[in-house]
Structures are given as structure tokens and as C-alpha cells.
């Protein structure tokens, strides 16, 4: 794994900002010039190829399991087959038919690597088309994952339609190695007491009371009592998460990672429908790399509390929460945001599309080709925002380039870096630092700010901001540049 100092963060920042403040002056650098004399692109590249997980396949031997629709035996069947494929080493349980795994939380545990795969394919827009494999549940994480394997070792789910479920359907309570949840479909959960998630993992989190028992007493048959360990690497693709089922307010999550220690989060070509689509909170592991493209996202009206409990000097009214797109306090080497779509036309007045802040000063993060439709929401972009005890720390964005995204719309503010109190504990308040971030060449043509389009505070400085938006720009920092100026397609202008 590259390591931050190893490939010279600072001086890439400062060449990027050299190679930008000369095209300023001169106005006469072409993109070519510009690209030569910055090694982002490169630098993301080499880390991004350098992070990938290393899998082993499952060839292990396959067991069937046929559907019963009986809540008295699916959950017994399905879990003496995965059993027997860990047994079998990297062996395959391929569920066929419908399941009902009625009322029990935890229903199935996963204790390490195999590949767990349903019939026809959930994830199309009508997966009635096909015989699919469906898992019907109405307790909480029907399905957990304690991976007990190496770090080379790959648990697989794949083609499986998770409809119900209260809180979650799978719960991750270890990752040692690799857990891949490929084409599934999670729809119908059930809003459990202000959380609601597709998938979460956590060292620390939103655990049901009424199944700490059960978890721990599967950690102590497993030989793992020590506590929940994500260490390995998560990917989700190619899957369809939709909480229709109304949620009136609380955190109402797709992908969601808190106090995690992944070394790499991937979340790719992904249709979300969910107030957070993906939230990482508070993750360790200055190492770590999470990619987050080619998603997506439709924002859920549901309100968040914890937009209340929160207050911005200054600020009308609070915001922050949701977030369609949310890595905060994060240690990790490389955070990259890359081509996603989020449609927060519905989304409550508190919502922003991208909220991200880092707890590493080495850390590097990339915003990149995103679009963002909003209705009079807080934000585009929000670097930064207060903590929130026993999930994560205040934190700011730094080192961070915000590049060739679209913003369509009326939003609060657009680019902001501001201070944020958290009302029940001050020591989470965000004194916001933020600082050596990039924002350029970006479409901000059909956007408008209400409050201000570029909002950077006391404490902020060395950033570099070079848009035409519309609105009103506030640069309270130090050593910030803030240059207005008409939008350039990539490939014809700054870049």
C-alpha cells in the first residue's frame, strides 16, 4: 500500500495549486499544459490500482437449498448448507425458490469465506421476469456476516431478493477478508427506532438492543468474543437498494460503515433510493481507499434528527443531514467520488448531496464528475460538519479537488466550508480548518445559491475556487482565492 508521505502530498498539492494560479495570471496555459504539470490524476490512479483486493475463488463444493416459504425451517435449512460450505472450505450454497425467515433477527450467520447465490437476476428493473430468489423476513438482519476466515478469503452474495426486514437485512459484524454483495435487490425494510439500513457494519453503532445477545453469543461459538472486527475489504455492486416504505424522520441509510477498519470500501454502479445512500463515519486506517462511482442515488424525504441537533453560526436554519454521499472523519489514504448521479428533488430542506471530511492530513480526496439536482436543499458541497459521540469526530476537508461535477438547481449554499456546534456536547463542535482543497471546472451554469455560493470561514485557508456561480461569495479565511469565472468544458479550459 502506497503510503502518503511515500508519494510527496504536500508537494503535489502545491504544485496542482502553482500550475493554477499561473493559469490565472497568464490565462494562456492550455489543459495539456495544466495536466502535465499536475500529477493528480496520476496519483489516484497508482493508489487506486495499488488498493485492490486480492480474492481467492470460492471452488468449494456446492449444496442446494430449495425455498419453502416456512419461517419453521427455511432459516434451519439455509444455515446447516452454509455450515457445510464453510466446512467444505470456499464451498457454495445456491438458493433456489422463496424463503421465509419470519420474525427471527440474526437469523443466518455467515462464519466465513463462500459464495451465497440466488436464481434469475434481482437487480433488473422487473426481476419478475425471471425466476428469482427471494428471502422474505420481518426481524431484524436476517442475514450476518462473521467472517472467521483469513485475509484472503472472499464471502460472496449474489442474485438474492432481501424483501422486509426491521432495521437491516444483512448486518456485518466481522470482515477479515473480502465480503462482495453482487446484483441483490434489498427492498421493503422496515424503519426500526430512527435507523433504517440495507447493509451496516460497525464496531460501534446502531446494534438492536433485543439482539446483543445474540451476537455476542455467536462471536463466543465462533472463538471471535473479542468483538466485532472489520478489516478486510467490502464491495457492493451492480445492486438495487429501495426504501419505499416511508421513514417520517431519523437515519434512513443505504451502505452505511461506522468506527469501521476496512481497508477498502468500494460502492459501485448501485441504484440507492435512501436519505443517506452511503454513509462512512468515523472509519480507521490511514491506509484505507474508498471508492465511491457510478451510483445512482435518489434522496428520501425523510428528516433527519440529527440535522437538529446541530447549529451553524450565522445560519438560518441547521443542516448537514442527510447526506446523499457521506465520508466523514476518515483516515483513509484516498477517498474518490467519482461519476455518480443524486436526485435530491425530494430530499428535506436539510439535506446535501456531498459532505465529506478528513481526520488524516495526509489524507487525499477527489470529487469528480458528479451530478447533483437539488430543490432548495442546504448544499452541494459541505466540507466538514460537527461530531457526533461514540460514531465520529468533528471534522474538515482538506487536501481535496472538486472537479468537472454538474450542480443543477437551488440549494442554500454551494461550496461551503463552515463551523458546526453540536448542541448536547460541545466538545463535538467543528472549529471548520479546512484547507489546500481545489474546486474548478465545474458546471454550475443552471445553479443557484440562496444564501451564498462559495461560503469558506474564519479558520479556512489555502483554497483555491475557480467558478462562475451565481450567488453571493463569502471568504471570510485567510490566503483563500475565490476567482469567478465562466464555465469551460473539460478539455477547453482549466482542468
Avoid at 432459516?75 to 455450515?83: E, F, G, H, K
Avoid at 464451498?91 to 420474525?103: K, P
Avoid at 461506522?258 to 454513509?279: D, K, P, W, Y
Wanted: aromatic share 6%.
Amino acid at each position: 500500500m502506497l503510503s502518503r508521505r511515500s508519494v510527496g502530498l504536500r508537494a503535489l498539492i502545491a504544485l496542482s495549486l502553482s500550475a493554477l494560479f499561473l493559469l490565472l495570471a497568464s490565462n494562456s496555459a492550455t489543459a495539456a499544459d495544466v495536466d502535465r504539470g499536475s500529477a493528480i490524476t496520476a496519483l489516484v490512479d497508482r493508489l487506486m490500482q495499488a488498493s485492490g483486493i486480492e480474492q481467492t475463488p470460492n471452488e468449494g463444493a456446492v449444496f442446494t437449498v430449495v425455498g419453502e416459504n416456512n419461517p419453521a425451517t427455511d432459516p434451519t435449512n439455509v444455515q446447516a448448507a452454509v455450515n457445510q460450505a464453510f466446512l467444505a472450505v470456499g464451498g457454495t450454497v445456491q438458493l433456489i425458490g422463496t424463503f421465509d425467515f419470519g420474525a427471527c433477527s440474526l437469523c443466518v450467520i455467515v462464519p466465513g469465506p463462500m459464495t451465497i447465490s440466488g436464481t434469475g437476476n434481482p437487480s433488473v428493473t422487473d426481476p419478475s421476469m425471471t425466476p428469482t430468489t427471494v428471502v422474505k423476513a420481518t426481524g431484524s438482519a436476517p442475514f450476518a456476516i462473521l467472517d472467521t476466515g483469513g485475509p484472503w478469503g472472499n464471502i460472496t452474495m449474489e442474485r438474492i431478493w432481501f424483501n422486509g426486514a426491521q432495521t437491516m437485512a444483512v448486518m456485518l459484524l466481522q470482515v477479515r477478508g473480502s465480503f462482495n454483495f453482487l446484483n441483490n435487490r434489498v427492498s421493503g425494510v422496515v424503519p426500526g427506532q430512527q435507523f433504517r439500513f440495507a447493509v451496516a457494519g460497525a464496531a460501534y453503532g446502531p446494534v438492536p438492543e433485543a439482539n446483543s445477545a445474540a451476537i455476542t453469543a455467536a462471536f463466543t461459538r465462533l472463538g471471535t468474543s473479542d468483538g466485532p472486527k472489520l478489516t478486510g475489504g467490502v464491495v457492493f455492486d451492480g445492486n438495487i437498494i429501495d426504501h419505499e416504505i416511508p421513514m417520517s424522520v431519523g437515519d434512513d441509510n443505504g451502505f452505511a460503515f461506522a468506527q469501521c477498519h476496512l481497508s477498502r470500501i468500494q460502492i459501485t454502479n448501485n441504484f440507492i433510493r435512501a436519505g443517506e445512500a452511503v454513509e462512512i463515519e468515523g472509519c480507521r486506517g490511514p491506509g484505507a481507499v474508498y471508492l465511491i462511482a457510478n451510483n445512482r442515488i435518489t434522496q428520501t424525504p425523510t428528516s433527519s434528527n440529527m440535522a437538529q441537533l446541530t447549529n451553524t453560526p450565522g445560519e438560518v436554519r441547521h443542516g448537514g443531514h442527510p447526506a446523499a454521499i457521506k465520508p466523514l472523519d476518515s483516515e483513509a489514504t484516498l477517498v474518490v467520488v467519482r461519476n455518480n448521479t443524486v436526485d435530491m428533488s425530494d430530499a428535506p430542506p436539510s439535506a446535501v448531496c456531498v459532505m465529506t471530511g478528513n481526520s488524516n492530513e495526509e489524507s487525499l480526496t477527489l470529487i469528480e464528475g458528479n451530478t447533483c439536482i437539488m430543490n432548495r436543499q442546504f448544499a452541494a458541497i459541505l466540507g466538514g460538519w460537527a461530531g457526533t459521540p461514540n460514531f465520529f469526530n468533528p471534522s474538515y476537508m482538506q487536501n481535496t479537488t472538486i472537479r468537472g461535477n454538474r450542480f443543477l438547481g437551488i440549494a442554500h449554499l454551494g461550496i461551503a466550508l463552515l463551523n458546526f456546534t453540536y448542541l448536547r456536547n460541545t466538545d463535538m463542535t467543528l472549529i471548520n480548518k479546512g484547507h489546500d482543497n481545489i474546486a474548478y471546472n465545474n458546471d454550475v451554469r443552471a445553479f443557484r445559491s440562496v444564501r451564498a455560493a462559495v461560503d469558506l470561514g474564519v479558520m479556512t485557508r489555502d483554497n483555491l475556487i475557480v467558478d462562475d456561480f451565481r450567488g453571493r461569495i463569502v471568504n471570510r479565511g485567510f490566503h483563500n482565492t475565490v476567482d469567478p469565472r465562466p464555465y469551460a468544458p473539460i478539455g477547453k479550459g482549466l482542468r
